[in-house]
T-cell receptor, first 114, second 111 residues
Framework: DTGVSQDPRHKITKRGQNVTFRCDPISEHNRLYWYRQTLGQGPEFLTYFQNEAQLEKSRLLSDRFSAERPKGSFSTLEIQRTEQGDSAMYLC????????????FGQGTRLTVV | DAKTTQPPSMDCAEGRAANLPCNHSTISGNEYVYWYRQIHSQGPQYIIHGLKNNETNEMASLIITEDRKSSTLILPHATLRDTAVYYCIVRVGGYGQNFVFGPGTRLSVLP
């Protein structure tokens, strides 16, 4: 399967713990996006990378959220000191550069904070 | 914020064409219209996109009005597996170029 891969698919954590999610994009895609989706809502943009550069991060929800893409390939999204309101589906997508290129999404990581 | 408006829900009979409308009256000349769908608990799936000409692929057809202020996604022969939330997105140009999702249209294909 050469699609976007996310790991883990599900994560249950206790409030206050840190969590990290991984995204492996389609190999030739230089753009990588992170979204959050809560129940009944459309995906909400968080941040995106072009190669290893994080070009937009103003939409990250708080300073507890951070993302990296150190070698321009896979990316990680970390949430520190999780809160119950962080419970959501976290989606990753990748695309080639340009506005005429479709993005392909992974199946997401569902986070539950208890 | 999303630059599109869609009806919250629609029904379609199995085997019939499903026509999903989208308004994007503030679209700029270089902004593309994209359609995605999301089946319950899965990631969004790309369907089709276009600039000003009508587009067709194996999944659907996209009809964009001449003034580009609205478009229609057509699923020619809807099946039960097409039941999903359909998102119409105007991709914002410039620095971000990310996909801004609205609430979409929940399409129910009925037997």
């Amino acid at each position: 399967d050469t699609g976007v891969s996310q790991d883990p698919r599900h994560k249950i954590t206790k409030r206050g713990q840190n969590v990290t999610f991984r995204c492996d994009p389609i190999s030739e895609h230089n753009r990588l996006y992170w979204y959050r989706q809560t129940l009944g809502q459309g995906p909400e943009f968080l941040t995106y990378f072009q190669n290893e550069a994080q070009l937009e991060k103003s939409r990250l929800l708080s300073d507890r959220f951070s993302a990296e893409r150190p070698k321009g390939s896979f990316s990680t999204l970390e949430i520190q000191r999780t809160e119950q309101g962080d419970s959501a589906m976290y989606l990753c997508a990748s695309s080639l550069e340009g506005t005429n290129t479709e993005a392909f999404f992974g199946q997401g990581t569902r986070l539950t904070v208890v | 914020d999303a630059k599109t408006t869609q009806p919250p829900s629609m029904d379609c009979a199995e085997g019939r064409a499903a026509n999903l409308p989208c308004n994007h009256s503030t679209i700029s000349g270089n902004e593309y219209v994209y359609w995605y769908r999301q089946i319950h608990s899965q990631g969004p799936q790309y369907i089709i996109h276009g600039l000003k000409n009508n587009e067709t692929n194996e999944m659907a057809s996209l009809i964009i009005t001449e003034d580009r202020k609205s478009s229609t996604l057509i699923l020619p022969h809807a099946t039960l597996r097409d039941t999903a939330v359909y998102y119409c997105i105007v991709r914002v140009g410039g620095y971000g170029q990310n996909f801004v999702f609205g609430p979409g249209t929940r399409l129910s294909v009925l037997p």
